[in-house]
C-alpha cells in the first residue's frame, strides 16, 4: 500500500490493467447464476449420470463438461455451479463423488487456459498483448487441451478403484428425489428452461470471443439479467451477492493492485525473468502462485512486460493445483462442496495436484513450443 501511495501514476497504471478481469468474473458469476436457475448445469449432470455406462465413463463426461464450461464461463463459475451437478451425479450412482469433486477443482484450474475470460490471470497478462479472444484461442488450444487431458488422466489414475467399483446404485424413494431436487431438477427428465440464462451465456461467448475488452459487456449482460430476474423474483439480492462474493474480490483486487504498483516501482520480478526461459517462467509462476494466489502473483509478474507472456500464463493457471492458496476457485470449491453436504477431499485433491501440475506444465509447454509461442 505503501508504493501506491508513494507513486500515484505507477497506481493507476496498476489498476489499468487489474480492473477488467474482476468486472468480467462479476458478470459472468451472475451469467452462470441465471443458466443455473435454467436448469443448464443440472440438466447435464443428470444426462451424464444416466448416460454414463461405467463409473470411468461418467468421469470424462463430467471432464468435458468441466472444461467446456470453464473455458467459457470462468474457472469459478465452474467450481461454484458444477461442483453441486457432479456430486449429485456421483450419489445417483451410488459410486465417485470424490474422484468428481477432485476433478471439478483441478480441472477448472488445468482447463483454464484457453479463452481469455476463462481465467483472471490471462486477463492480467493479455493487458500487455492486445489480443482479441479469437487470436488468443489460437495460440493457447493446444496448450489447454495437453493440460486438460494430462491432468484428467492422473485423476483417473489416482482415483482407479472408485471409478472403476461397481456402483452401489441409486438411492431411493424419498432419497432419491431429495438428491434430484437439490440439483435443481426433478426425478425426472431434466427440467431445461431456454430461458434468459442460456441466451445469456450463448451472449457472453460470443462476446468473450470476438471483443479485445469484453468485461464492461459481459459486466453489462450480467446486470441486465440480474436486473431482469430481480425484478421477476427469480433472483433475490442476498443470493447475488452470496455468488458473487464481492467482499472476496475487492480484497483480491487489493492485493493485485498493491503487488502491480509494486512491480512497476521495483525492477526485481522483471529481471528475474528476463534470466529465465519459458520452463523457468512457468515454474516460478506456478511457486508464486501458492504463495500470494494468482490473480496477485499475475499483476507483480506481468506488471512490465514479461519475455515469455504464454509460459507464464501456463505456470499461473496450472499451478494453483499445488495448493489451497494458489487460486480463489479452491475457497469457492470447499465452500460449494460444503453446502451441497460433501466432505471436500482437500488433502486428496492437493496430494494429486502435486502430481498432476509437473507433468501438465511440461505437456502444455511442449504444446507452446509446436505452436511458436513462449
Do not use: K
Given at each position: 500500500?505503501v508504493?501506491i501511495?508513494?507513486d500515484?501514476?505507477?497506481?493507476a497504471s496498476?489498476a489499468?490493467?487489474?480492473w477488467?478481469p474482476?468486472?468480467?468474473?462479476?458478470?459472468l458469476?451472475?451469467?452462470?447464476?441465471?443458466?443455473?436457475?435454467?436448469?443448464?448445469?443440472?440438466?447435464?449432470?443428470r444426462?451424464?449420470?444416466?448416460?454414463?455406462?461405467?463409473?470411468?465413463a461418467?468421469?470424462?463426461?463430467a471432464?468435458v463438461?468441466?472444461?467446456?464450461?470453464?473455458?467459457?464461463?470462468?474457472?469459478?463459475?465452474?467450481?461454484v455451479?458444477?461442483?453441486?451437478?457432479?456430486?449429485?451425479a456421483?450419489?445417483?450412482?451410488?459410486?465417485g463423488?470424490?474422484?468428481l469433486?477432485?476433478g471439478?477443482l483441478?480441472?477448472?484450474?488445468?482447463?483454464?487456459l484457453?479463452?481469455?475470460?476463462?481465467n483472471?490471470?490471462?486477463?492480467?497478462?493479455?493487458?500487455h498483448?492486445?489480443?482479441s479472444g479469437?487470436?488468443f484461442l489460437?495460440?493457447?488450444?493446444?496448450?489447454?487441451?495437453?493440460?486438460?487431458?494430462?491432468?484428467?488422466?492422473?485423476?483417473?489414475?489416482?482415483?482407479?478403484?472408485s471409478?472403476l467399483?461397481r456402483?452401489?446404485?441409486p438411492s431411493?424413494?424419498?432419497?432419491?428425489?431429495?438428491?434430484?431436487?437439490?440439483?435443481?431438477?426433478t426425478?425426472?427428465?431434466?427440467?431445461?428452461?431456454?430461458?434468459l440464462g442460456?441466451?445469456a451465456?450463448?451472449a457472453?461467448?460470443?462476446?468473450?470471443?470476438?471483443?479485445?475488452?469484453?468485461?464492461?459487456p459481459?459486466?453489462?449482460?450480467?446486470?441486465?439479467?440480474?436486473?431482469l430476474?430481480?425484478?421477476?423474483?427469480?433472483?433475490?439480492?442476498?443470493?447475488?451477492?452470496?455468488?458473487?462474493g464481492?467482499?472476496?474480490?475487492?480484497?483480491l483486487f487489493?492485493?493485485?493492485?498493491a503487488?502491480?504498483?509494486?512491480?512497476?516501482?521495483?525492477?526485481?520480478?522483471?529481471v528475474l525473468?528476463?534470466h529465465?526461459?519459458a520452463?523457468g517462467?512457468a515454474?516460478?509462476a506456478?511457486l508464486?502462485?501458492?504463495v500470494?494466489?494468482n490473480l496477485?502473483?499475475?499483476?507483480l509478474?506481468?506488471?512490465?512486460?514479461?519475455?515469455?507472456?504464454?509460459?507464464?500464463?501456463?505456470?499461473?493457471?496450472?499451478?494453483?493445483?499445488?495448493?489451497?492458496?494458489g487460486?480463489?476457485?479452491?475457497?469457492?470449491w470447499?465452500?460449494?462442496?460444503r453446502?451441497?453436504?460433501?466432505?471436500?477431499?482437500v488433502?486428496?485433491?492437493?496430494?494429486?495436484?502435486l502430481?498432476?501440475?509437473p507433468?501438465?506444465l511440461?505437456?502444455?509447454l511442449?504444446m507452446?513450443?509446436?505452436?511458436g509461442?513462449s
Amino acid at each position: 500500500m505503501v508504493a501506491i501511495v508513494a507513486d500515484s501514476s505507477a497506481a493507476a497504471s496498476a489498476a489499468s490493467q487489474v480492473w477488467s478481469p474482476f468486472v468480467l468474473v462479476g458478470g459472468l458469476l451472475i451469467v452462470g447464476l441465471a443458466a443455473d436457475q435454467d436448469g443448464l448445469f443440472a440438466a447435464a449432470g443428470r444426462r451424464l449420470a444416466r448416460l454414463a455406462p461405467n463409473g470411468l465413463a461418467l468421469f470424462a463426461g463430467a471432464a468435458v463438461a468441466v472444461a467446456v464450461v470453464t473455458a467459457l464461463l470462468n474457472l469459478d463459475t465452474s467450481v461454484v455451479f458444477l461442483t453441486p451437478v457432479l456430486a449429485y451425479a456421483a450419489r445417483s450412482r451410488g459410486r465417485g463423488e470424490e474422484a468428481l469433486l477432485v476433478g471439478c477443482l483441478l480441472l477448472s484450474n488445468a482447463g483454464s487456459l484457453l479463452l481469455p475470460g476463462s481465467n483472471l490471470t490471462n486477463l492480467i497478462v493479455l493487458g500487455h498483448l492486445h489480443l482479441s479472444g479469437r487470436q488468443f484461442l489460437g495460440r493457447m488450444a493446444l496448450p489447454w487441451l495437453a493440460s486438460v487431458i494430462v491432468t484428467g488422466v492422473v485423476i483417473a489414475i489416482a482415483e482407479r478403484r472408485s471409478l472403476l467399483s461397481r456402483p452401489a446404485g441409486p438411492s431411493g424413494g424419498a432419497d432419491a428425489a431429495a438428491d434430484a431436487r437439490a440439483a435443481g431438477g426433478t426425478d425426472g427428465a431434466p427440467d431445461l428452461t431456454l430461458g434468459l440464462g442460456v441466451v445469456a451465456v450463448a451472449a457472453v461467448t460470443v462476446l468473450v470471443l470476438v471483443l479485445r475488452s469484453p468485461a464492461v459487456p459481459v459486466a453489462g449482460v450480467g446486470v441486465v439479467v440480474a436486473g431482469l430476474r430481480l425484478y421477476s423474483g427469480r433472483m433475490d439480492q442476498v443470493e447475488v451477492r452470496r455468488v458473487v462474493g464481492l467482499p472476496v474480490l475487492v480484497g483480491l483486487f487489493g492485493i493485485a493492485l498493491a503487488l502491480g504498483t509494486l512491480g512497476r516501482t521495483w525492477s526485481g520480478p522483471a529481471v528475474l525473468l528476463s534470466h529465465l526461459d519459458a520452463v523457468g517462467t512457468a515454474a516460478v509462476a506456478a511457486l508464486s502462485t501458492i504463495v500470494v494466489n494468482n490473480l496477485p502473483a499475475a499483476a507483480l509478474l506481468a506488471a512490465r512486460v514479461p519475455p515469455h507472456p504464454y509460459a507464464l500464463l501456463v505456470g499461473l493457471d496450472i499451478g494453483p493445483n499445488l495448493f489451497v492458496t494458489g487460486s480463489l476457485a479452491w475457497i469457492l470449491w470447499m465452500r460449494t462442496a460444503r453446502s451441497t453436504g460433501s466432505r471436500p477431499p482437500v488433502a486428496r485433491t492437493v496430494g494429486i495436484g502435486l502430481v498432476s501440475v509437473p507433468v501438465a506444465l511440461a505437456a502444455a509447454l511442449a504444446m507452446l513450443a509446436v505452436t511458436g509461442a513462449s
